[in-house]
């Protein structure tokens, strides 16, 4: 008897996890919508474009054209956008962007687009 409850309170505790595991990776990978998207594109010009420059050829910041990340994963690309190049000028988007909004904005940058 002890075993079953035991066992039970393990399969709901399981279970419980699961749901905020399974609930957190759905906010971290749904879709940017289209708000949130032209609000990105306008982001990604101005703001990253004022270090990167406007074409993204480069500036205070690297170049950012298709070319120029080839080498880098996307997860790698991720990164920096969220935590920045410490001791450099670039900086943590975290506090401003999620993980999908940063996936959203490398897939421009591998596009060479904004939109
Ligand atoms: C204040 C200036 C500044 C802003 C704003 C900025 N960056 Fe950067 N970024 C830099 C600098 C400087 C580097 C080069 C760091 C180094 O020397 O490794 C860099 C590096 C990078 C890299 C790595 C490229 C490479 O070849 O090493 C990526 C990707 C990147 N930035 C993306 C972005 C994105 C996307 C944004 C906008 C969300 C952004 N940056 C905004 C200054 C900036």
Same mark, same amino acid.
């Given at each position: 008897?002890?075993?079953? =409850?035991?066992? *039970?309170?393990?399969?709901?505790? +399981?279970? &419980?996890?699961?749901? @905020? ?5 759905? /906010? ?25 420059? =406007?074409?993204? *050829?480069?500036?205070?910041?690297? +170049?950012? &054209?298709?070319?120029? @990340?080839?080498?880098f994963t996307d997860? /790698? ?18 506090r401003f962007l ?18």
């Amino acid at each position: 008897m002890r075993w079953s =409850l035991h066992n *039970k309170r393990l399969a709901a505790f +399981a279970f &419980l996890t699961g749901m @905020i595991v399974t609930a957190a990776g759905v /906010a971290a990978t749904a879709p940017v919508d289209a708000t949130r998207q032209a609000e990105l594109s306008v982001l990604l010009e101005q703001d990253c474009g004022s270090c990167h420059g =406007l074409t993204r *050829k480069g500036g205070l910041g690297s +170049a950012l &054209l298709p070319d120029n @990340i080839a080498h880098f994963t996307d997860e /790698a690309l991720i990164e920096i956008i969220l935590d920045g190049v410490p001791g450099t000028p670039m900086p943590p988007w975290r506090r401003f962007l999620n993980r999908a909004e940063a996936s959203w904005i490398v897939d421009r940058l591998r596009q060479g687009t904004s939109q």
